[in-house]
């Protein structure tokens, strides 16, 4: 893994040296200040969604691009899924070299092409270009063919702190954006000219579109289904995968840098001894949005690490056609650390359940700071 091990790897041992540092611990608040966004104007709706349309072809071609030592799980599996489930574009996951992509936490894709295959099959480019967050915000390769695709007039869509990398892209310059919490102060610093939106958990401006943290990923994804299809597609998609509404409200104070956020990486971290290797069985079929979303969460407690295993180390191909690998040869798993499978439910339902299960077994501390990372408004599982 390389570099930041995108942010979270670090972030207890930041927290243990902050603690024996001193009193900064103590002055973070004790809990966010919240206070609820006023519901989106219509006319900013339709505003984005016009956005939002397609700019090149009645059926739109869908790149989602990561780097090959790490890009993030659900940035990068969940806008796939879902927009495969919705079948109103042709998407395609790509890496900038050929081989496999290893996903940060948790989980390992075959791309569908490398980014120079993409460009010799579709020398017109992309209509939309999805950038998730990756280990490096500056990969040559990633930028500049970011910046290419951006030139032939692709939409760009920076989830999370894939913000980041299209700000280094050189797209952000004097536009409205947004991206994960924790990533706002550094993204404001670099790009001065940048416009920070609060209280919206995807932001449009001028064809290029950024979102809050992981989560966000579900909305915008829906988002692009209405901009593409209508509304009536978006919201049978959206019941499908259990988030019957959604819009672009986001309590920004909600996610903030607490004292029990910093307390619970430093407790977790500290139980080293206590980490536990939790399975899940990979079997073909099997939903990428909802794996995704449940190895992710597990994967993020400081505490538990979601490991997928099969009988043989074939790959297994995901609902969508993707191929993914087991982490581990097994034919079983100890009860104890099995974690349950998530065929036939809902993704966002998976997620719900997930952070109900990290309650039971870690505590409600450890589930806050879960969806913290992954920036999930608890309190409205319908956004």
């Given at each position: ?160 702190a894939g913000a980041k990398v299209v700000g280094d892209a ?214």
């Open positions: 893994m390389t570099s930041r091990h995108l942010l979270w790897s670090a972030l207890g041992a930041a927290a243990i040296l902050i603690l024996i540092g001193g009193g900064w611990l103590w002055s973070l608040p004790p809990a966010p200040s919240v206070t609820p966004p006023l519901p989106i104007a219509q006319a900013e709706r339709d505003a984005t969604i016009a956005a939002l349309k397609p700019p090149k072809r009645q059926r739109p071609l869908i790149a989602i691009i990561g780097i090959n030592d790490a890009t993030e799980t659900t940035d990068y599996l969940m806008p796939y899924g879902i927009l495969k489930r919705a079948d109103v574009a042709d998407v395609v996951t790509l890496a900038t070299k050929p081989g496999p992509v290893t996903l940060f936490p948790v989980l390992k894709v075959e791309p569908q092409a490398t980014t120079a295959e993409f460009d010799a099959q579709h020398p017109d480019g992309a209509d939309y270009v999805i950038v998730p967050a990756m280990s490096r915000d500056d990969d040559p390769a990633a930028l500049q063919w970011i910046r290419n695709q951006a030139a032939r007039g692709a939409i760009v869509v920076g989830v999370c050189g797209l952000l310059h004097g536009k409205r954006a947004t991206t994960h919490w924790y990533s706002v102060k550094e993204i404001r610093g670099k790009h001065p000219t940048l416009r920070y939106v609060e209280d919206r958990r995807f932001v449009v401006d001028d064809r290029v579109a950024t979102t809050t943290g992981i989560s966000a990923s579900m909305p915008i994804s829906l988002t692009l289904i209405e901009a593409i299809a209508g509304r009536d597609k978006a919201r049978a998609v959206g019941r499908d995968i259990g988030l019957p509404d959604w819009d672009a409200r986001h309590e920004s104070d909600e996610f903030t840098f607490t004292r029990p956020f910093a307390l619970t990486a430093i407790g977790n971290t500290a139980a080293f001894w206590a980490r536990e290797r939790l399975g899940i069985e990979l079997k073909d079929g099997v939903d990428e949005v909802s794996l995704a979303l449940a190895a992710d969460a597990w994967s993020r407690t400081y505490r538990s690490r979601a490991v997928t295993f099969a009988a043989t180390a074939d790959a297994r191909q995901s609902r969508g056609g993707l191929r993914i690998h087991p982490e581990q040869v097994a034919s079983d798993w100890p009860a104890e650390r099995l974690l349950p499978s998530v065929a036939d439910r809902r993704p966002a339902d998976v997620l719900d359940e997930t952070l109900h299960a990290i309650t039971a077994r870690y505590g409600a501390r450890t589930t806050d700071f879960v969806a913290m990372q992954m920036e999930y408004p608890r309190n409205r599982a319908a956004q």
